[in-house]
Nanobody, 125 residues
Framework: QVQLVESGGGLVQAGGSLRLSCAVS????????MAWFRQAPGKEREFVAG????????HYADSVKGRFTISRDNANNTVYLHMNNLKPEDTALYYC??????????????????WGQGTQVTVST
C-alpha cells in the first residue's frame, strides 16, 4: 500500500513562490506515475502536473506551464512541485497522487489509486 504525505503549503503573496513536497512510502516509488492535483472551493479537482515513473514524460496543465515544475528524488522517495510567480487563481488544496497501473501520465483523477491528505496553498492579491 502506497502512502503519500504532502507538505509545504502556506500563504504567499501574488508573485511569490512555494515548494510542495510529497513523501512516498509503502511502495516502489520509482514505478509510480506521480501527479499533483488541486481543488478550489466550488470546483472539481483538476490536474496540475505529472511525472511518469520512468521520467520520460512530464505534463503540465496549461494554466501552470512556465511557472510550476514537477520533479522526483527517488533516493529520498519524494516528489516536489516548485511553484513560481503564484497567482490568486492558484489558491487551492493541492493533492499528491500515485498511479501504479499505467506507467505514463494521465490527467483524469480516477486513474490514480493513492492520494495524500492535501496541503493548502493560498495566494493573496
Amino acid at each position: 500500500q502506497v502512502q503519500l504525505v504532502e507538505s509545504g503549503g502556506g500563504l504567499v503573496q501574488a508573485g511569490g513562490s512555494l515548494r510542495l513536497s510529497c513523501a512516498v512510502s509503502g511502495g516502489t516509488s520509482s514505478k509510480n506515475t506521480m501527479a499533483w492535483f488541486r481543488q478550489a472551493p466550488g470546483k472539481e479537482r483538476e490536474f496540475v502536473a505529472g511525472l511518469s515513473w520512468s521520467g520520460d514524460w512530464i505534463h503540465y496543465a496549461d494554466s501552470v506551464k512556465g511557472r510550476f515544475t514537477i520533479s522526483r528524488d527517488n533516493a529520498n522517495n519524494t516528489v516536489y512541485l516548485h511553484m513560481n510567480n503564484l497567482k490568486p487563481e492558484d489558491t487551492a488544496l493541492y493533492y499528491c497522487a500515485a498511479d501504479r497501473l499505467h506507467f505514463i501520465v494521465r490527467v483524469a483523477p480516477e486513474n490514480y489509486q493513492y492520494w495524500g491528505q492535501g496541503t493548502q496553498v493560498t495566494v493573496s492579491t
